[in-house]
């Protein structure tokens, strides 16, 4: 197969989708969607994140140390792209109806919703040219009780949380089907 070169770009390869957890200056929740996630090993499993630009998630990291990882199902792509599109400076961000919960061992907002919540504290950050890198050790996951069910196959409980993936700026669903592009699920959310 002959090969083209391009520059700087991931796409074709698919990526899972979080909804990261802090709380506000004023102990309200805020959550953002990222997809730059991956994990690293240091004596135990961890998570690496990149966030670039200035975004209130950021801030709210740097502030606090902590915040939630939430797996994003196609149930919630209205609401996740909605706070993908949506910056947390607009005051009237979070001014919708959701089942929000708190950490188990960390003070972070969860998403109760998702089935698989990491809380994550910040152990390592890396300020690079407007970006940086937050290593974090995972202090806890919280997995729906389904999840544990081990009379069910991994098949069939991954088939029905259904993660959403993205790569070209497009959703797409468990089973490979385009699920709109960036910014589209979330015209269903505005609606109401
Ligand atoms: C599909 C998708 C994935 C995103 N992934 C990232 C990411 O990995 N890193 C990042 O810095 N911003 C990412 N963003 C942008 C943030 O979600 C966006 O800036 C959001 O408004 C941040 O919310 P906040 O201001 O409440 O922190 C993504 C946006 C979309 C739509």
């Known amino acids: ?11 074709f390869c698919p990526q ?3 909804l ?6 004023d102990g309200t929740p805020d ?3 990222f997809c730059w996630f991956s994990y690293c090993w240091d004596k135990t499993l961890g998570a690496m994140v990149c966030i670039g630009g200035e975004k209130l998630t950021k ?9 939630s990882a939430n797996l994003v199902t196609e149930k919630m792509l209205p609401m996740a792209d909605y706070l993908g599109i949506k910056s947390g400076y607009d005051a009237d961000k979070m001014n919708f ?3 929000i919960g708190k950490g188990e061992v960390l003070n972070v907002p969860v998403l109760m919703e998702s089935p698989v919540n ?3 504290e910040v152990a390592q950050n890396m300020v690079l040219d407007g970006g940086e890198v937050f290593l974090c050790r995972i202090k806890n996951v919280l997995y729906n009780e389904e999840l544990a069910d081990e009379s069910s196959s991994v098949v069939e409980r991954l088939k029905k949380i259904a993660p959403v993936s993205t790569t070209c700026e497009t959703y797409f669903s468990y089973t490979g089907e385009a699920l709109g592009a960036w910014g589209e699920p979330a015209k269903e959310f505005l609606k109401g």
């Open 1 to 11: 197969m002959a090969k083209i070169s391009r520059q700087g770009t991931n796409d």
């Open 16 to 18: 899972t989708l979080f």
């Open 20 to 25: 990261y957890g802090t709380y506000k200056e």
């Open 31 to 33: 959550f953002g969607l």
């Open 59 to 67: 801030d709210r990291i740097k502030a606090g140390h902590v915040f």
């Open 97 to 99: 109806q959701a089942d």
């Open 118 to 120: 990491f809380e994550l």
